[in-house]
């Protein structure tokens, strides 16, 4: 069974909206990732929260995640085509207590209107 | 400069065959993975490796291994390739820290069909 389970699993939207791609963990989380794949391309780092209650942003993107650890939300304010590609979140600590191997969620494929 | 590379990139190859995939992180770190995605996109991991030890995804057919010449390299070896295998697969690297602590790079993935 799937330990991360995400939303929407697809999202489209007009340039210039907000939009927000949920992440929800079964079990508390020793640190959650947030990861980009441009469609047929690798892995991308955007960020990693570890504390309740963290927020980081870069540029345009925020990313929380809640105080009990098990929830995380990615936030895109004014969509730009350029945001479109897959959203992976990632937990560590998951798979067998392995601190180091990530589990991922199914991903949030995005496409951002023009 | 790459951080992650991995080669070949695209891979077709008939169903029985041995193939390896390559991976080489010029980062200094000292922990490689291996990661699937499959044709759904959903990424899962394979092998976790370092110079101590090695966990393994247990779900993953031995016919997969892990092969390390040195800390910068670690290459995914297949044996007797089915059709299951197509998938990307994906090397990814970290430097070693308390859990949800480092952060992993990923290679630009290689492409493996097989037939």
């Known amino acids: 069974s799937q330990e991360l389970e995400q939303s929407p699993q697809s999202l489209i939207v007009q340039e210039g909206k907000n939009l927000t791609i949920n992440c929800t963990s079964s079990?508390?989380?020793?640190?959650l990732y947030w990861y980009k794949q441009k469609y047929g391309e690798g892995l991308i780092f955007l960020m990693m929260?570890?504390?309740?209650?963290e927020e980081k942003s870069h540029e345009k993107i925020t990313a929380k995640l809640d105080e009990k650890k098990q929830q995380s939300s990615l936030h895109i304010t004014a969509s730009q085509p350029s945001h479109a590609g897959i959203y992976l979140c990632?937990?560590?600590?998951?798979?067998?207590?392995?601190?180091?191997?990530?589990?991922f969620g199914g991903g949030t494929r995005l496409m951002v209107k023009p | 400069d790459t951080a992650v590379s991995q080669t070949p990139k695209y891979l077709v190859t008939q169903m029985g065959n041995d193939k390896s995939i390559k991976c080489e992180q010029n980062?200094?770190?000292?922990?490689m993975y291996w990661y699937k995605q499959d044709s759904k996109k959903f990424l899962k991991i394979m092998f976790s490796?370092?110079?101590?030890?090695?966990?393994i995804n247990e779900t993953v057919p031995n016919r997969f291994s892990p092969k390390s010449p040195d800390k910068a390299h670690l290459n995914l070896h297949i044996n007797s390739l089915e059709l299951g295998d197509s998938a990307v697969y994906f090397c990814?690297?970290?430097?070693?820290?308390?859990?949800?602590?480092?952060?992993?790079?990923f290679g630009p993935g290689t492409r493996l069909l097989v037939l």
């Open positions: 929260l570890q504390k309740g209650g």
């Open positions: 990632g937990a560590a600590g998951l798979y067998n207590n392995a601190g180091n191997m990530l589990t």
């Open positions: 990814a690297s970290s430097h070693p820290q308390d859990p949800g602590r480092e952060t992993q790079y």
């Open positions: 079990k508390t989380l020793y640190g």
């Open positions: 490796y370092n110079n101590k030890e090695l966990i």
């Open positions: 980062l200094g770190h000292d922990t």
